[in-house]
């Protein structure tokens, strides 16, 4: 028995001096690199902490997700432990700076810096690493240097709607730009669903990357919405950036124009400015005006974009030609009070408060002057600006029987009607014009669909001398089917080369689109 007690003591006696070193290990021996590394941690924002999660979905509301939380492998130095290190085996810091180099692709020179600082108990050498980065520095098994892991953001799809996400900052955790930023708060305790359907979202993004690629254009941007409801469906901008590695973008990249930027949308305007003129009762779609291929207002002539005179024209040809003398006849048969009030109805002056952030509004303001020229011109959407999102919610308008609905982007969000603008014949009479003009031009129609839709090719002003530069932006916008449209498109293409109208470039994106959505939602034709 003794023997057993005198044993039980050893074992005991035995554990108790294993703790009681490492305790002075930790509190006495590595003191400074432990409170030095807490400190880093805590400043550098990466002590783990739970994050929602952000989710796509699809037609069966399946979730994606597109936003999560992954463990990352941390690459640090102690530079006091590999100074010592380097002085107990004659050797130089510099080795250890030459062998991680090549592996960490960072200069062996700036590695140096870091691992000679005096009085040093922790310095990051690499937040992310991968998984080859951390195989090797395994390898090496070099003193001083170690791996750690950390729960940070990842998402799963790289560039796909990364306006549209955000990102969260490696320094703070705090969400950046998009859903990240606007649902910050929220997001530390819970999951976001958003409205985005991750294979339209996907469709579209490719779309709009051939698109910029093919006219060598400086960026595109298209949104998909269901105007029922007004869900957003997709929002995509190219280019765009990786979220995952998001310090090696420019600012600029992190912004989303289709809520953050304006622009004049062109011959687009012009379904709106028949929509009120038809609403108001000043004209039907069989009003004959004759053109004689120009008309001048306060000493500036305004001609047809094609440079041709159409003679004797009703206002649905207006619309299937695009004719921007037509526009203006309609305007001035309402007048200029009742156009611009229908203007703001449709709300080109205003937010749309959709739960994105850093949305501004559109500009109408060079219609308080009075000008004819000025409403003349606004006829047919030149000298008025408006956000990628205000127009698509405006055309929704009309494919929504004259209501506008609220843009939605998280489900959770219920259904919410601003106004009605515009009656639902009018509505009706304006979708009947742009299917006629789909037809007309051909190359959005797609067989055994009414498909509605216009176009618009907009000259970019010149903010330095005044007046407008050579480059344009395409705009086409449409829905389908028109009897009961499911979705709307706008996409929108700034400065392509070598195409100065809309029916090259965004048209045949459009149809495309259109054509994969009606597919994806399996929605029955309606013109057999």
Do not use: C
Not at 166 to 190: A, C, M, P, T, W
């Amino acid at each position: 028995m003794r023997w057993r007690f005198i044993f039980i003591i050893f074992v005991f006696g035995t554990l108790y001096s294993v703790l009681v070193f490492h305790l002075y290990n930790i509190q006495i021996v590595k003191n400074l690199y432990y409170s030095a590394r807490a400190q880093f941690l805590s400043e550098a924002g990466v002590l783990e902490k739970y994050r929602g999660d952000i989710y796509f979905i699809d037609k069966n509301n399946n979730l994606i997700q597109a936003a999560l939380n992954k463990d990352y492998d941390m690459i640090y130095a102690v530079p006091s432990e590999i100074q010592k290190e380097a002085k107990l085996n004659n050797s130089d810091t510099a080795d250890w700076a030459e062998k991680l180099s090549p592996i960490l692709n960072v200069d062996a020179v700036e590695l140096e810096k870091k691992i000679n600082k005096q009085n040093d108990s922790y310095e990051l050498l690499i937040l992310k690493a991968g998984e080859e980065q951390t195989k090797q520095i395994q390898k090496l098994n070099l003193k001083g240097i170690y791996i750690d892991k950390r729960n940070l953001r990842f998402y799963p799809f790289g560039e796909l709607a990364s306006q549209l996400l955000g990102f969260v900052s490696i320094d703070k955790q705090e969400g950046r730009y998009g859903l990240e930023s606007r649902f910050d708060s929220f997001l530390q305790s819970n999951g976001l669903i958003t409205t985005i359907d991750w294979n339209i979202q996907a469709q579209t993004e490719e779309i709009l990357r051939k698109l910029v690629e093919r006219w060598e254009a400086k960026s595109a941007t298209a949104i998909v919405q269901d105007p029922k409801t007004g869900k957003i469906l997709a929002m995509a901008n190219f280019p765009n950036f990786e979220p995952n590695d998001y310090p090696r973008f420019d600012i600029g990249d992190f912004l989303n124009p289709a809520v953050q930027a304006v622009y004049e949308p062109g011959s687009v305007f012009k379904i709106f400015t028949m929509a009120a003129g038809i609403d108001s009762g000043k004209i039907t779609p069989e009003t004959v005006y004759f053109d004689s291929g120009s008309v001048t207002l306060n000493g500036k002539t305004i001609r047809n974009w094609d440079h041709k005179a159409y003679g004797k024209t009703t206002m649905a040809e207006v619309i299937e030609h695009s004719i921007n003398t037509g526009s203006v006849y309609a305007e001035r048969m309402m007048g200029h009070d009742i156009f611009y009030n229908y203007f703001v109805k449709f709300g080109f002056n205003a937010l749309t408060e959709i739960n994105l952030p850093g949305e501004v509004k559109g500009n109408i303001g060079n219609l308080k002057n009075g000008r004819d020229i000025d409403f003349a011109t606004a006829s047919y959407g030149q000298g008025v600006s408006v956000t990628p999102v205000r127009l698509i919610s405006a055309v929704s308008a009309i494919a929504n029987g004259g209501v506008i609905m609220k843009p939605l982007i998280s489900v959770d969000e219920k259904p919410e009607a601003i106004r009605r603008i515009i009656s639902e014949d009018s509505a009706r009479a304006v979708a009947g014009m742009m299917v006629s003009a789909v037809r007309k031009n051909i190359i959005a129609d797609i067989a055994n669909y009414s498909v509605a839709g216009k176009t618009g090719t907009a000259y970019i002003p010149d903010f330095k001398v005044g007046g407008y530069t050579e480059d344009v932006i395409n705009t086409y916008t449409g829905f389908a089917p028109a009897s009961d449209p499911k979705f709307v498109i706008l996409i929108k293409l700034e400065k392509p080369k070598n195409a100065p109208v809309a029916g090259q470039t965004v048209v045949p994106a459009f149809r495309e689109l259109a054509q994969f959505i009606l597919n994806y939602y399996n929605v029955a034709p309606d013109e057999l």
